[in-house]
Every structure is written in C-alpha cells, then in structure tokens.
C-alpha cells in the first residue's frame, strides 16, 4: 500500500514537472535563450515603437503565440509542441551523433488559425482599412478578400499547393513542390515585423550587419505605421496574379508599373479613379520616355 502511494505520488509529481516545462517551453524567455539576435531585434523595435509612439499590438505576443498552433488559445497540445521543439533542439546538443528528431522541428511554419485567433474579420472584410496604408495605398485603397482565400486553402488549391496536406502525418507530402509553401496562408503575403531583418539571411549575422539589416527593416516597416505590419509588395500579388492560365482560368495581372487595364486594377485599388489611373500612365510614360533619352545619350 506504501509502495502504490509512492508510485501515485512519484507520477503526480512527474506530471507536475512535465506540464511546468511544457508551459516553460513556450514563454519567449525561453525562446530567447536560443533566438538571441531575434530577441535583440524585438526588444530594439518594441523601444523604439514606444519611443516613437507608434502602436504595435504583436509586441505584446509570445513567440509561440504565433509559431505554435494552438498557443493563442493556450491548449495543452501546444505546450507540448513547444517542449517537442526544446527536446529535438538540445537533444543533439547533449549527444551530436543523433540527428533531429524528423519532423518536429517545423516551428517556422505559422498556422492562419494563430492569425484568426485574433484577426476575425480576416475571413470577412474585403478591404484593408484607409488608416492601416502607407500613404501611397491611400488614395487608390487596397481589397484582399481574404475569405475566398481561406476557403480555397482548405478545399481545392491546398490539395496541389500545401506541402503539409495530411495534418496527421509530419513527413511532407512528396507529390508537392518542395519549393513552394502555402501561399494561401496568411504567412505567405505578410511578413513578420519580428524577423523583417533577416530577409533573405539563413544564418546569424555579424554585428555590423545585424545593425544595417534592424536599421533597413524599419524604414520598410515604418511605411505602415499603424501596427507596422508589412503590407503584401506587388511581387508577392504576381506569385499568383501573374497574367498565366491555371487549369482553364486565366489569372489577371498585378503589374502596377505598366498595367494598362484600369477594370484589373480597381480589383485590388477599389478606391482609384480613372483620373488617377490615367495621370499614372502619363508618368509612367513620361518617365519610361525619360529614361531612353539617357540610354541614347550614354551610347
């Protein structure tokens, strides 16, 4: 009878440990202790923000909040796929003959649901609101609908294009295109202000470029200085808006440079006149005309 209360009392406390450090596991302390350039990079921004008094909501999420499906609410499978991914990290640590344990290092991935969590209206509402534009967006406004999206994700375009389509399975699905992701997440058009500095960088940068990249990312962040999110660039929109037949279905073309096509453009700039549109392609005329001057004139 001891014996059994032992064992009930050892397991109690076993549970107790393991829930503790499963909870640990997604605090951005503990994130931070690894990430250390990007936590550098938060705290410089979110002082800066403050500063400057420029509202950023994200601040005040943990990393796992994002990074972890399920985190936002708080459920217990995120916890333990937060301490899944502390195991698979320093377990090779400890002994550097084993390899990471296969597919549960994906914490890089961001569900839309984290993004839903808070962003109801991302299913709903069709245009990005006036005060959240750079102020060139202003005057011509931006739509995304992003409901048609969301429910393509989950039906048709997601059997081809996610690479992850069994939910179940961590292996992906080698019928996919290694190269692509999802990009009918919300991920796939909105980058992260908490890692807009390591555009384009795999590995951890030295000093003095980590200083030029943080000075870089918020001149490009600070054109949306509301929540200083990054708005979709015109190169992303032509990843799928790119003028090409898919299936039978011809994909109308985002090319805000020399788009000749005033019903393509008012899809996405909802709020642009023909006035406008006229008046940017004499500019961009002019300035097309301009530059073969100087092409001519330097042969």
């Known amino acids: 009878m001891a014996r059994a209360s032992i064992y009930v009392i050892a397991a109690a406390v076993a549970l107790v440990v393991l829930l503790s450090l499963a909870d640990l596991s997604t605090r951005s302390e503990t994130c931070m202790a690894c ?3 990007e936590a550098a990079y938060a705290k410089w921004m979110a ?3 403050k500063v ?4 950023f909501a994200h601040e005040l999420i943990s990393c796992a909040g994002c990074h972890f499906r399920g985190a936002a609410e708080g459920t217990i499978a995120s916890r333990f796929r937060g301490l899944l991914h502390a195991v698979t990290y320093l377990v090779p640590q400890i002994d550097p003959r084993r390899p990471l344990a ?9 569900a839309s649901e984290n993004c839903q969590y808070c962003h109801l209206g991302s299913i709903r509402r069709k245009a990005v609101w006036i005060k959240d534009l750079p102020e060139g967006l202003k005057k011509i406004g931006l739509a995304m609908d992003h409901r048609k999206h969301v429910l393509a994700r989950e039906d048709t375009c997601a059997k081809c294009h996610e690479r992850y389509k069994e939910k179940e399975k961590l292996q992906a699905d080698k019928e996919v295109n290694y190269a692509e992701v999802n990009h009918l997440s919300c991920a796939a058009c909105h980058t992260r202000a908490s890692h807009a500095y390591r555009s384009d ?8 470029d980590f200083t030029l990249a943080r000075e870089d990312a918020w001149r490009k962040l600070s054109t949306n200085p509301r929540w200083m999110v990054a708005i979709p660039t015109e190169q992303t929109c032509k990843r799928c808006h790119n003028g090409k037949i898919h299936f039978k279905t011809v994909i109308f073309l985002a090319d805000c440079a020399r788009g000749a096509n005033y019903d393509d453009c008012v899809k996405c700039h909802p709020l642009m006149t023909r006035e406008f549109f006229d008046e940017h392609r004499r500019k961009r005329s002019g300035l097309t005309a301009a530059r073969g001057r100087t092409a001519a004139d330097d042969g």
Do not use: N, R
């Open 47 to 49: 002082d800066k923000l």
């Open 201 to 208: 960088w795999m590995f951890p940068l030295s000093e003095k």
């Open 52 to 55: 400057e008094k420029k509202g």
């Open 102 to 110: 296969p597919g549960m290092l994906k914490a890089e991935h961001i």
């Open 35 to 37: 990430h250390t350039q």
